[in-house]
């Protein structure tokens, strides 16, 4: 995500802050100051949100320490004002595993919530229930480790509302992917998100506007994931070799970026595998010709900017599986080989997304908006 900035690194997982983060801290210091509170009340205040977004990293690596127990890594944690998003590669396909993964987060909040009640048993402190009767009665000051414990159990209830993309939405898809299968049960799941979502908007309206911002957010997380299942389940009887190109122009090393833009603009092609001593090294797309165009000049050569951080596909692999490949790597193009380990051909992401045209057209029904690596 741009515009972040890398804070921690923990269990070989990245953990990013996201620079509208720090409008957030400044937004409460000035509300509070502006409240008639003294330095010390406003300077609490920011660190009880400091606190609670410690929590939420918790509770996003109880996502992402549990996923890697199924083989899935995560390729970062990052931290919004609406709360913290862990990037998992993707979501078990195992319905036990989905739900295993989904209650983690929320399950962190509870020991969370356990270990704060033991501490404030043990000095004997009670929970200021005033406060849920009358916010203007919050002090953060007075109440620190009480209202932490108030709000990881309101994280716990509210991650558990049955709507994508909370973790409550990803648990109800666990539970009816049991009986109904995977499609079916998301999209039963995304209607019953953007229902909820719905109402949370029509509420927003008449009580908290910030109601309106979670209604859209969870509303438009619950149709991507439902056109994300639509579309693998369009994909899922297909394997590379099914749609992948037989006649491409592979790009040499030792060409000119200028031959390169050549090429480019006499044809339709807009990415390239580049080769080497009859080897393939990489590969280069349309936006990489442009850039090293504008930086290097025409006379340079290709192996200059070539990607050589490629993907090796086999016509044999289920489709899904290279797609998901293709976009976390952001590779546009990569070469296929065969059984025998020979070049048949090459595979893109406009491969990918005719692919899902045309099946859509053969079951008859729209093809859903489609999700293409950067």
Not at 127 to 142: C, G, H
Not at 313 to 333: C, F, G, H, V
């Amino acid at each position: 995500m741009t515009w972040s900035l890398k804070i921690a690194r923990f269990a070989g997982i990245n953990v990013y802050l996201h620079w509208t983060f720090l409008i957030l801290l400044a937004w409460i210091f000035i509300s509070s100051v502006n409240a008639g509170q003294d330095l010390v009340e406003a300077l609490t205040g920011v660190g009880f949100i400091l606190a609670l977004f410690a929590c939420i990293v918790l509770h996003e690596f109880g996502h992402a320490l549990t996923a890697r127990r199924y083989g899935i890594q995560t390729q970062r944690i990052t931290l919004l004002p609406i709360g913290g998003l862990a990037m998992l590669e993707k979501m078990p396909e195992n319905p036990r595993h989905e739900l295993a993964v989904a209650l983690a987060g929320p399950a962190v909040n509870v020991v969370i919530a356990i270990l704060l009640s033991l501490y404030l048993a043990l000095t004997g402190q009670e929970l200021p229930l005033s406060q849920l009767e009358d916010p203007s009665q919050i002090s953060f000051a007075r109440y620190f480790i009480p209202n932490l414990l108030i709000v990881n159990v309101l994280l716990f209830a509210f991650n558990l509302i049955p709507a994508f993309p909370m973790d409550g939405g990803r648990v109800l898809r666990a539970l009816l992917s049991m009986r109904y299968g995977r499609a079916t049960a998301t999209n039963i799941a995304a209607k019953i998100g953007q229902f909820l979502a719905i109402g949370f908007v029509f509420f927003g309206f008449m009580y908290d506007f910030w109601l309106i911002f979670i209604g859209l957010f969870i509303y438009l997380g619950a149709s991507g994931e439902a056109s994300y299942e639509t579309q693998r389940s369009l994909l899922s009887h297909l394997t590379v070799g099914d749609v992948l190109m037989h006649q491409y122009t592979p790009l040499h090393a030792w060409e000119t970026i200028g031959r390169a833009v050549e090429i480019l603009l006499d044809g339709h092609e807009k990415e390239f595998i580049v080769t080497e001593d009859n080897h393939i090294i990489g590969t280069i797309s349309r936006d990489e010709i442009i850039k090293g165009l504008q930086m290097l000049g025409k006379e340079e050569r290709i192996k200059r900017i070539v990607n050589q951080d490629w993907i090796r596909l086999t016509a044999d692999m289920e489709l899904n599986e290279a797609y998901e490949q293709m976009s976390r790597k952001k590779m546009s193009i990569c070469p296929v080989y065969d059984a025998y380990g020979e070049l048949v051909g090459v595979l893109n992401q406009e491969n990918i997304l005719e692919a899902i045209m045309v099946e859509s057209a053969r079951e008859g029904r729209k093809a859903p908006p489609q999700i293409v690596a950067d």
